[in-house]
């Protein structure tokens, strides 16, 4: 925990044997044949290709013109063409990219997460591995620390390379604050502080917080359920909704089923989009939001005046203090199996996510997030008020932990989100929601 910490501060501070004349069995032939055919692929002249990439840089994420930036440039350096087929994370999308899989139509190139989600595509053969492609291309990803690089759960290889992690914080719209009366949350702001400035919030007729528990609702239940759990035990998952886990999860999700209750969060929150609701920071009508890192170009993009806005830490409760955050590295490039055994696309896919990982583009992506960079992001210079915010608070966090619903696989996962909304309106229990989620799972 003390090297991620660490990794979080340094960040902010930018910074085969001879075989002599034995016959050889087939199967050994084949292998040394099809490694022969690969170091060929390698060291043939590059030639333009057209290769697919699907990442979840789409719709509305705030990092769309960086990742067009970069993958055009790999264009004009290359000769290659990149056919993007990007889509935004959400359930939806990851259920696309598994079916493109299963009927052999997957992209070449993937931006993805590690983790359960990739499971299947490792069980199944369908990336590559680091070492496998380090074999044919010694210096793939060598500016990223592998200590840092994720491993498969799956059989513990790394198969992705990061671009860079993330953090989750509570974006805060410091002029809907000013009109309300209310400060703006500081390092020490419990959730019984929160409470009380939601509610003077609503009564000068503001929505407290942009969330759509139809679309998004999980930012609030990582923070929900991590203010009755620790850094050390949040990413434990409940055998049932009556173990001491499953307790703490429970009352992560009746706390928003008050918050629903007191009317905090828009009064269309169990049909609106996550777009639609967001747009309320952006328009000045809605006081609080949690998402993660990437949603500062969103802000920079959108805002009005990038100054009315900061992010700071979720409120606290019990034994988590404010200043414990979620984060880490949970998304990398893979290069699939399918692309790996195409000589006319092997190479191509090798150059691309080589230029989407150098250290200046991972830098642009975000200099405030989690990476595995050996040398660490490169702050701008000319960073705007709410970079700077990230930074102060990154440096300022005194512990981190993964995502507790990265424990659960897509379809456990799936069932629980859909649930919040019929818990915070009454239509189920959140026992009986965490125990349907579980019965998934097992």
Same mark, same amino acid.
């Given at each position: ?34 490694? #022969? ?35 055009? /440039? ?24 598994? @079916? ?82 209310? *400060? ?14 939601? *509610? ?50 429970? @009352? ?91 000589? /006319? ?51 300022? #966090?005194?512990?981190?932990?993964? @995502? ?26 959140? *026992?009986? /929601? ?9």
């Amino acid at each position: 925990m003390k090297r991620v910490i660490a990794l979080v501060l340094a960040m902010t501070l930018c910074g085969a044997m001879f075989a002599g004349c034995q016959s050889i069995p087939a199967a050994s032939t084949a292998s040394k044949a099809s490694e #022969a055919s690969q170091s060929a692929v390698a060291s043939e002249p590059a030639k333009p290709a057209e290769i697919t990439v699907v990442t979840s840089y789409g719709g509305d994420d705030g990092n769309r013109a960086n990742y067009e930036k970069a993958y055009k /440039a790999y264009e004009t350096a290359t000769g290659n063409t990149v056919k993007d087929a990007s889509g935004t994370s959400n359930e939806e999308w990851k259920s696309k990219i598994m @079916a493109d899989f299963e009927t052999g139509a997957e992209p070449d190139v993937l931006f993805y997460f590690n983790g359960v989600d990739a499971n299947k595509l490792v069980q199944g053969g369908k990336v590559v591995s680091l070492d496998e492609i380090r074999k044919v291309y010694p210096d793939y990803a060598s500016n990223m620390r592998d200590d840092l690089m994720v491993a498969s759960p799956a059989d513990n290889k790394v198969y992705s390379v990061p671009v860079n992690g993330y953090w989750e914080g509570l974006y805060v719209n410091k002029k809907v604050l000013k009109a309300s009366g209310v *400060e703006v949350p500081g390092a020490n702001y419990t959730w019984d502080q929160f409470l009380k400035d939601c *509610e003077s919030i609503k009564a000068k007729g503001y929505t407290p917080i942009a969330c759509s528990l139809q679309e998004v609702p999980h930012y609030w239940f990582e923070f929900t359920v991590f203010n009755h759990d620790t850094v050390v035990t949040h990413t434990k998952l409940p055998a049932a909704s009556s173990d001491a886990t499953g307790k703490e999860w429970a @009352a992560g999700l009746n706390d928003i089923k008050t918050l629903y209750s007191k009317g905090y969060f828009p009064k269309n929150t169990t049909t609106a989009t996550d777009a639609e609701t967001f747009q309320l920071m952006a328009d000045d009508k809605a006081a609080f939001a949690i998402d993660g890192s990437w949603k500062i170009g969103w802000f920079q993009q959108n805002a009005k005046s990038i100054d009315d806005f900061t992010v700071t830490y979720v409120p606290g409760a019990n034994q988590r203090k404010s200043t414990d955050i979620i984060g880490g590295l949970s998304m990398g490039y893979y290069i699939t199996k399918k692309a790996w055994d195409d000589p /006319a696309k092997q190479k191509a896919c090798v150059d691309f996510v080589k230029a989407m990982t150098t250290d200046e583009v991972v830098s642009t992506f975000g200099a405030t997030a989690v990476t595995a960079l050996k040398n660490g992001t490169t702050a701008p210079s000319d960073a705007d008020s709410l970079v700077k915010a990230a930074l102060a608070m990154t440096k300022g #966090a005194t512990g981190i932990a993964p @995502a507790a619903q990265d424990g659960l696989n897509q379809t456990a996962r799936t069932a629980l989100f859909a649930d919040i909304k019929n818990v915070a309106t009454g239509k189920t229990t959140a *026992e009986k /929601a965490i125990d349907a989620c579980l019965a998934i799972k097992g």
